[in-house]
């Protein structure tokens, strides 16, 4: 079975500093898709960030950029400059190549954001 | 533009209760979905149907039923509620392929 492993719970960062949530998933296929979503408080989903797992060019949108480790089987999502409205839920998830119907989510890490 | 569109947004019920949760996209996805978010355990798929005319069982179906109305609609139905399906419910869709986007949860709560 398809495991996604989020070790860390809750994560806080000062503004305008960097952090990274870690993302480690379990998976014998070799055509899949990771992806990063944010949840604030309002509840909505919210893709940050996605990446194919045949490309070894790492993904980046704007202040936002992984950190992909095929061989290592993980993915992390680094936050530079981080702001007040990055305080979120991030959810990690995988789904296997692009038509697969399933997409397997990780527990989530609450970050917090320190003025 | 409304994409997802979840009803209704917060219900309480008492077990043995039946209800149905409604889904409407407008953005013209094949596919949807059902996931329940509960505690610490992220999103789990419940059902989800890859075209009108079809569904399928995700990774916890069991109390649950689905119906693809149409192209735009999926609804969700709990015939006999137990207080272990107090979560958050999600619909999303997606085109085939393609990421889904999600609508803004329904939070329910069995007493």
């Known amino acids: 079975a398809q495991t996604v492993t989020q070790s860390q719970p809750e994560m806080s960062v000062q503004e305008a500093e960097t952090v990274t949530l870690s993302c480690t998933y379990d998976t014998s296929e070799s055509d899949y898709y990771l992806f990063w979503y944010k949840q604030p408080p309002s509840r909505q989903m919210i893709l940050v960030i996605r990446?194919?797992?045949?490309?070894?060019q790492n993904a980046t949108e704007n202040r936002f950029s992984v950190n992909f480790q095929k061989a290592a089987k993980s993915f992390s999502l680094k936050i530079s400059d981080s702001q007040l409205g990055d305080a979120a839920m991030y959810f990690c998830?995988?789904?296997?190549?692009?038509?697969?119907?399933?997409?397997?989510f990780g527990p989530g890490t609450r970050l917090s954001v320190l003025p | 533009n409304a994409g997802v569109t979840q009803t209704p947004k917060f219900q309480v019920l008492k077990t043995g209760q039946s209800m149905t949760l409604q889904c409407a996209q407008d953005m013209n996805h094949n596919s949807m979905y059902w996931y329940r978010q509960d505690p610490g355990m992220g999103l789990r798929l419940i059902y989800y149907s890859a075209s009108e005319g079809t569904t399928d069982k995700g990774e916890v179906p069991n109390g649950y039923n689905v119906s693809r109305l149409n192209k735009r609609e999926f609804s969700l139905r709990l015939e006999s509620a137990a207080p272990s399906q107090t979560s958050v419910y999600f619909c999303?869709?997606?085109?085939?392929?393609?990421?889904?986007?999600f609508g803004d949860g329904t939070r329910l709560s069995i007493l």
């Open positions: 998830a995988y789904r296997i190549g692009n038509y697969g119907q399933n997409f397997v």
């Open positions: 999303a869709s997606s085109p085939h392929p393609g990421t889904p986007v």
């Open positions: 990446q194919e797992a045949y490309k070894q």
